[in-house]
T-cell receptor, first 113, second 117 residues
C-alpha cells in the first residue's frame, strides 16, 4: 500500500520569503505524484504533477517541485510567497496505471506580512 | 478546461432526511468520478469510486446503503446521504478524471458543506 507523509502540519513564513513544503511517500511500485492547494471552504486545485520525465516540475502560481526517487520525496517550493498563497497544501500519490489518490495530511501555509 | 461543479455548495437539513449532492464535469466527459469526505482541519478521505453505468466501489468502512452513489452519465454523478444524522455533517468533495487520455489526474469540485441538525 502507498502512504504519504507531509512532515510539517503548519508552516509560517513572511511575505516574499522562500518556502519549502515537504512530502515523502512510500510505495513498492512506481507512482505518480501530485500537489494540490485548497483555499478556505473550497475544493482542491491542482498545482502540479509528476508523471514521468524531468524530475523538476513547474506548476501554477510560481510553484515547483522536485521528484527524488532515491529519497522518495516530492518537496514543493516557491522562491517568493505572497499573502494570497495562504492555504492548505496536499501532497498525493497514485500508483501508475491506477486512479485512486492517497493524500497526505496537509500542510497549512500561513503568510505573514 | 477540466472544470468540475457541485450543487449545492451548502445544505442544512433535519436529522432523518435525505440529501442529494450533484457533481458535474462541465467541459469534459468523466468516465470515473470520486467522492471524498473531509472533516475540519483533516485530509480527504475517499468514500467511493464510481464509473459511468456501473455500480460504485466503496471504500472499507463506508456504508453503501447510507451513501448512495449514481453515475448515470459521463458528466453527472450524484451522492445521496440517506437518513442523515448529525455525525454525517461534513464537507463532501467530488472529483473526476477526463478519461483515458488523462485518467491519472483528478479534477476537484468546489465541495458541498452539509450540516445536519
Amino acid at each position: 500500500a502507498q502512504s504519504v507523509t507531509q512532515l510539517d502540519s503548519q508552516v509560517p513564513v513572511f511575505e516574499e520569503a522562500p518556502v519549502e513544503l515537504r512530502c515523502n511517500y512510500s510505495s513498492s511500485v512506481s507512482v505518480y505524484l501530485f500537489w494540490y492547494v485548497q483555499y478556505p471552504n473550497q475544493g482542491l486545485q491542482l498545482l502540479l504533477k509528476y508523471l514521468s520525465g524531468s524530475t523538476l516540475v513547474k506548476g501554477i502560481n510560481g510553484f515547483e517541485a522536485e521528484f527524488n526517487k532515491s529519497q522518495t520525496s516530492f518537496h514543493l517550493r516557491k522562491p517568493s510567497v505572497h499573502i494570497s498563497d495562504t492555504a492548505e497544501y496536499f501532497c498525493a500519490v497514485s500508483v501508475v496505471g491506477a486512479q485512486k489518490l492517497v493524500f497526505g495530511q496537509g500542510t497549512r501555509l500561513t503568510i505573514n506580512p | 478546461g477540466a472544470v468540475v461543479s457541485q450543487h449545492p455548495s451548502w445544505v442544512i437539513c433535519k436529522s432523518g432526511t435525505s440529501v442529494k449532492i450533484e457533481c458535474r464535469s462541465l467541459d469534459f466527459q468523466a468516465t470515473t468520478m470520486f467522492w471524498y469526505r473531509q472533516f475540519p482541519k483533516q485530509s480527504l478521505m475517499l468514500m467511493a469510486t464510481s464509473n459511468e453505468g456501473s455500480k460504485a466501489t466503496y471504500e472499507q468502512g463506508v456504508e453503501k446503503d447510507k451513501f448512495l452513489i449514481n453515475h448515470a452519465s459521463l458528466t453527472l454523478s450524484t451522492l445521496t446521504v440517506t437518513s442523515a444524522h448529525p455525525e454525517d455533517s461534513s464537507f463532501y468533495i467530488c472529483s473526476a478524471t477526463p478519461g483515458l487520455a488523462a485518467k491519472e489526474t483528478q479534477y476537484f469540485g468546489p465541495g458541498t458543506r452539509l450540516l445536519v441538525l
